[in-house]
């Protein structure tokens, strides 16, 4: 027999699972709101002039191809620091901030999983937000933490169940491990308020919790990265050390090019500079150093007084396009289709996706029937929509949920 016989088939990922059906469709009306990876007016994915400039900056200057160290290229990884930090940030600027490049967002909460679970020193459970992006069960048990859920989503009110978040953190083991989605949750689009992040911080102090945030989508969810960074900024300043994952997949559309960080906050440059020992022995075998031509185009994008503002107004279009479809898509259903059901959330969410509240016998249906193809949890990507089927895609919902 083979070595292999006994190896069963594994169920297909879910979310790429979806484009594969899309790609099979032959309709010429059908829409792809599967994925994750922004669209632009025409439905084409989309380079950022900001990146196609920094790559001619690259390729002027001739740099060779040699290894980058284990922990990346350091220009870059300095400048996503301060991007996520702040400007102001005290630790940044106290050189207490250890940081590494990362295989994207992926690969930084891998590391940081795997880092957790050598070197932190108490109960190696982390609490993700129910429900939460798909991949970060997997990562964290992979990485060999125990995971386990708090509540976030309230299918009633299509909002945060900000009660239930408080009590299962306020239940959770003392010192355990807690990821917060720093905006545009993924896949609900729905973030605490400011408020509502000042006493997450205060039960997070409560229960000597360990925030571990995932930054996947810094500038994207309002179109500004000050704003859409003020939970992690709001955490440091509250004296938290903080993990935290950054990726430049969305922000800077470098999706396949790798574009990750990871860092911790410690309490000084010495401890900072064995945590970075720690992190190469951890990255050391697992890929030995990062790729070097996507932390290239972010490292110089990054420390451009020119190609910075540009990338920061990019970001706003790509987010106020976003916010845009959101409005006219709220606007033909309850306007124009008076689709039954409470269509608010739609605008009130934030970010690449939308939690419809489609069941997923709707979404089936939409499949099918209209050549719609979404995640049978009813997330669609509002980057998929533009002004050239926007109209199709409400009058599809409206015919599906009657
Ligand atoms: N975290 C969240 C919440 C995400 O939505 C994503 C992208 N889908 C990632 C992390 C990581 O993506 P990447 O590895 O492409 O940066």
């Not at 070197?119 to 190696?124: A, C, D, G, L, V």
């Not at 996947?216 to 704003?227: C, D, E, I, L, N």
């Not at 420390?303 to 790509?318: C, D, F, H, N, T």
């Not at 605008?347 to 509240?357: E, N, R």
């Amino acid at each position: 027999a083979s070595t292999w016989s006994a190896v069963p088939a594994g169920p297909p990922d879910p979310i790429l699972g979806v484009t594969e059906a899309f790609k099979a469709d032959k309709d010429p009306r059908k829409i792809n709101l599967g994925v994750g990876a922004y669209r632009d007016e025409n439905g084409k994915p989309y380079v950022l002039p900001s990146v196609k400039k920094a790559e001619e900056l690259i390729t002027a200057a001739k740099g060779d191809k040699e290894y980058l160290p284990i922990t990346g290229l350091s220009d870059y990884t300095k400048l996503a620091a301060k991007l996520a930090y702040g400007p102001d940030s005290k630790p940044l600027h106290e050189n207490r901030i250890a940081i590494t490049q990362s295989i994207s967002g992926t690969g930084a909460l891998r590391i940081g999983g795997a880092f957790l679970a050598r070197h932190y020193p108490h109960s190696k459970v982390i609490y993700l937000p129910k429900p939460s992006w798909g991949n970060h069960t997997p990562i964290f048990r992979d990485s060999g933490l125990e995971v386990r859920g708090y509540r976030y989503f309230d299918k009633e009110t299509v909002g945060l169940d900000f009660a239930g978040l408080k009590e299962d953190l306020l239940a959770a083991p003392e010192k355990a491990i807690v990821l917060l989605h720093a905006c545009a949750h993924n896949p609900t689009g729905i973030d605490p308020t400011a408020e509502q992040w000042k006493e997450i911080s205060d039960i997070v102090k409560e229960k000597q919790l360990f925030p571990f945030f995932d930054m996947a989508y810094q500038g994207f969810a309002s179109g500004s990265t000050t704003k859409d960074a003020f939970a992690v900024r709001h955490f440091v300043e509250q004296g938290h050390q903080i993990a935290l994952s950054q990726s430049f997949a969305k922000n800077m559309g470098l999706y396949g090019e790798r574009v990750g960080a990871f860092s911790l906050t410690t309490e000084s440059p010495e401890e900072k500079a064995r945590v970075d020992s720690q992190l190469k022995i951890v990255i050391r075998p697992m890929y030995s150093n990062p790729p070097i031509h996507g932390a290239r185009i972010a490292g110089t994008i990054l420390g451009s007084s020119e190609l910075y503002p540009q990338w920061e107004a990019e970001v706003k279009g790509m987010a106020d396009r976003i916010i845009s479809m959101r409005d006219s898509l709220y606007n033909s259903l309850t306007h124009n289709l008076k689709t039954p059901g409470e269509w608010g959330h739609i605008k009130s969410q934030i970010g690449m996706f939308s939690f419809t509240g489609l069941t997923p016998p709707q979404t089936k249906a939409l499949a099918e029937k209209a050549h719609v193809y979404m995640t049978a949890d009813g997330r669609i990507s509002m980057a998929g929509l533009n002004s050239g089927n926007i109209d199709y895609f409400a009058e599809s919902v409206n015919k599906a949920v009657r």
